[in-house]
């Protein structure tokens, strides 16, 4: 089974998968193994990137906190939810910890997606490093109101390195807390919800054991991921903690780093 991070993984600056990634992604379905999408994403941002290559199968979204079936655009399964309370708390702890921060919550349903943006609600002045225009925005009581499988936090003037170290120097083990970007955002889910857990989930449905499948990521929210699998594959454009847990470095996405690694065997 080979499992791809998205952003920095397959898709690099132009935002497009190059020819040469989407033939050797059909190669391996061809030959039956699951290619599966392991991503930060939500499960609305799934099928831009699954419809070029092909895949129907599963994707793992929100960083292992949804499972999706994108053939049948439907959520399989939700790990992980923060309820209100916990999000109450986390927030006045934020506040302490990164003065100035604004928050927002992803949201998801198990059956069919809302493709709107309710489910997506920021803070005013919440900026989002991958550009603005998403969201709707409300304030912060209308953020914390209901469940959510991830708590994002924007702090203008900090790398995602710098928010993460403060964060966790308070929080311990009460959440999980990672970046996909370095650009002033960092991640909160529930303790233990991460990428390697989604993947987890879809490699006992498809009775395929953790020593073979193949992992490509390139950010510290792939870490445990890269770990757990079999042979965990970081880019060379790739953040230093993805780099020191991958048992090897391909080429970077610029250069079709995940092609480099499967055209060995598809």
Wanted: charged share 20%.
């Amino acid at each position: 089974m080979i499992a791809s991070d998205v952003d920095g993984t397959l898709l690099g600056p132009s935002e497009t998968v190059t020819e040469r990634t989407v033939s050797v992604v059909q190669r391996v379905l061809a030959d039956q193994a699951p290619f599966v999408l392991c991503t930060g994403r939500p499960p609305r941002w799934i099928a831009p990137i699954a419809g070029p290559l092909g895949l129907t199968g599963y994707a793992v979204c929100a960083n292992g906190a949804v499972l999706l079936d994108i053939g049948r655009d439907s959520v399989v399964e939700v790990h992980g939810l923060l309820e209100p309370t916990l999000l109450y708390d986390l927030a006045g702890t934020l506040d302490k910890a990164l003065p100035g921060c604004r928050l927002a919550a992803e949201r998801v349903e198990q059956g069919p997606p809302d493709h709107d943006l309710r489910n997506f609600v920021i803070e005013p002045d919440y900026h989002n490093p991958w550009g603005d225009g998403e969201g709707r925005v409300a304030m912060r009581g209308e953020v914390l109101g209901k469940p959510a499988i991830k708590l994002l936090v924007s702090r203008r003037g900090m790398t995602s390195e710098e928010m993460a170290g403060a964060v966790r120097a308070v929080l311990d083990d009460a959440v999980d807390v990672t970046y996909s970007s370095s650009g002033g955002l960092i991640e909160l889910s529930a303790h233990g919800v991460t990428k390697a857990l989604g993947l987890a989930d879809v490699a006992a449905r498809f009775g395929v054991p953790a020593e073979s499948v193949i992992a490509f990521g390139d950010m510290p929210n792939d870490v445990e991921m890269l770990r757990w699998a079999g042979h965990g594959v970081a880019m060379a454009n790739g953040h230093p903690e993805a780099l020191a847990a991958a048992d090897e470095v391909t080429g970077p996405v610029t250069e079709d780093g995940v092609a480099q690694v499967l055209e060995r065997w598809f």
